[in-house]
């Protein structure tokens, strides 16, 4: 089945334009990474690629590269920055699966023995928390 067209209106791509704010930890030439504003748990990052995708599915495999050097470097950074004992890594690719913003992401989420996930997309986050998170996240990736 073919797959919907890329919309370049939605709310990641107007994140990497800078009409949406976000609590950005992360930026090079082609990834971005920023805070997710509904977190299954502190800490929770998104890995973005600039290169405008859907998703897994319609990305230029040239996109992988670059974003999984990225998404390896906030997962290290989380597990430092929160003490995590692990880092869930996630991708959903069309509503089927659990998609709800239709640009290419991945999550990264630090995990604690005996803690389960929060669920997605569920409750938003204090902006100020966030803005906390993220400085970790920033000083980890700094060390
Ligand atoms: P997915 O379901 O994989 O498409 O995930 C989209 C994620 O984006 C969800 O975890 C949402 O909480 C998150 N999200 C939605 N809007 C924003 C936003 N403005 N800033 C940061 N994260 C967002």
Redesign the pocket.
């Known amino acids: 089945m073919a797959q919907t067209a890329y919309d370049t209106d939605n ?2 791509a ?2 990497l334009r800078g009409e ?4 950005r930890v992360y930026e090079d030439e082609a990834v971005v990474a ?7 748990g502190p800490g ?1 990052t ?1 890995v973005v690629p600039k290169s405008p995708s859907r ?1 897994l599915l319609d990305a230029d495999p040239s996109t992988f590269g670059p974003l999984f050097t990225v998404v390896q470097k906030v997962a290290r950074a989380v597990k430092q920055g929160f003490g995590a004992d692990g880092v869930t890594i ?3 690719n069309e509503p089927a ?6 640009h290419l ?1 991945v ?1 990264v989420i630090p995990r604690f023995d005996g803690t389960p996930l929060k669920p ?3 409750g ?1 986050e204090k902006p100020e928390v966030l803005a906390q998170n993220a400085e970790k996240i920033r000083a980890a990736l700094q060390s």
């Open positions: 709310i990641f107007k994140i949406i704010p976000s609590h920023f805070m997710d504003v509904m977190p299954q929770h998104l998703n996630m991708q959903f699966s659990g998609q709800t913003v239709y992401h999550h997605h997309t569920g938003m």
